[in-house]
C-alpha cells in the first residue's frame, strides 16, 4: 500500500499543480494559448488529463489488490512511479512558466511511457479486466501525451523566436504530424497496445483539427492536412479492432 500512497501523492501534487496555475494562455509569452499555433490544442483535446489522473490512481489502488499482485504488475512499478514523478514536475514547471524545464520532463514522461507500453504489450491479458484497466489507463495515456508534448515543442520553437505565422514553421508542423500519425497508424497492428495508443492521439488531433477549421486562428490547410492524417488513423484503428475482435471470439464449435 506504500507504493500506492505514492503514487496517489505524486498524482495529487500534479492536480494541485493545474488546478493552481494561470491559464495556459498566460504563460511561456501566451504561446501555449488554445490559438497560439498552428498546433496549439484548444482546452476540450486537454481536458483527457484528469481522466487519465483518474485511471493511474485506479490502477495503483487495483494492482495492490491480493489477486492482482503479478510479476506484471512488479515489474511495472519503478516505471509507473517515475512517470508519475515526471508528470508532476511536467506540470509544476510548466505552472513556474518554465517551459523549457516542462518540455524536458514531458518528453521523459513519454519515453517512460512508451517503455511502460511496451512491457505491458510484451504481456498476455491474463484477463479481461487487465485489459480495460492497465491497458487502457497507459496506452491512452501515451498516446494522447505524444500530441500534447509535440504541440508543447511548437510552442516552445515559437517562444524562442521561430515565425509561428511562416509557411515553412506550419509546413513542419503539418509533417510532424503526418509522421506521428502513420507511426502510430503502423503500431495499431504491430502492437496490442497500438489501438488504445492510436485512439489517445486522435482524440487531440480531432480537436486540433475542428479548432483550425473553427477558431480565431483559422488555418484550413493545415487542418486538411491533419484531417488525412486522421482519417488514416481511424480506418487503421478500425480494423486492428475488428481484427482483435475476431481473435479474441472462440473459435466455432
Known amino acids: ?33 488554445p490559438d497560439a499555433t498552428v498546433a496549439s490544442v484548444p482546452p476540450i483535446g486537454q481536458l483527457p488529463w484528469f481522466g487519465l489522473m483518474a485511471a493511474v490512481a485506479f490502477y495503483a489502488i487495483w494492482q495492490c489488490l491480493p489477486q492482482e499482485r503479478t510479476g506484471q504488475h512488479h515489474r511495472l512499478r519503478p516505471w ?12 509544476a514547471f510548466l505552472e513556474r512558466d518554465r517551459i523549457g524545464a516542462s518540455l524536458s520532463f514531458g518528453l521523459l514522461l513519454l519515453a517512460l511511457l512508451v517503455r511502460i507500453v511496451v512491457m505491458v504489450g510484451r504481456t498476455a491479458a491474463l484477463r479481461q479486466v487487465d485489459r480495460w484497466i492497465t491497458r487502457a489507463s497507459f496506452g491512452l495515456f501515451a ?15 515559437a517562444h524562442s523566436g521561430a515565425d509561428a505565422g511562416s509557411l515553412m514553421f506550419k509546413g513542419a508542423c503539418a509533417l510532424a504530424v503526418l509522421l506521428l500519425a502513420l507511426f502510430l497508424s503502423a503500431v ?6 497500438g489501438i488504445y495508443l492510436n485512439a489517445g492521439a486522435l482524440w487531440v488531433i480531432g480537436w486540433i483539427i475542428a479548432d483550425r477549421y473553427t477558431g480565431q486562428s483559422t488555418s ?18 478500425f480494423s486492428a479492432l475488428r481484427t482483435r475482435i475476431r481473435a479474441l471470439r ?4
Open 143 to 157: 498516446g494522447w501525451l505524444s500530441v500534447i508534448v509535440l504541440a508543447e515543442a511548437v510552442a516552445f520553437t
Open 1 to 33: 500500500m506504500g507504493y500506492a500512497a505514492a503514487i496517489l501523492l505524486g498524482l495529487g501534487w500534479a492536480a494541485w499543480a493545474v488546478l493552481s496555475a494561470a491559464g495556459l494562455e498566460d504563460l511561456a509569452g501566451g504561446w501555449l494559448g
Open 80 to 91: 509507473v512511479l517515475g512517470a508519475v514523478l515526471c508528470n508532476a514536475l511536467w506540470v
Open 220 to 237: 484550413p490547410g493545415f487542418a486538411t492536412v491533419l484531417s488525412v492524417a486522421a482519417i488514416l488513423m481511424l480506418l487503421c484503428l
Open 188 to 193: 495499431s497492428f504491430k502492437n496490442p497496445m
Open 250 to 253: 472462440p473459435p466455432s464449435q
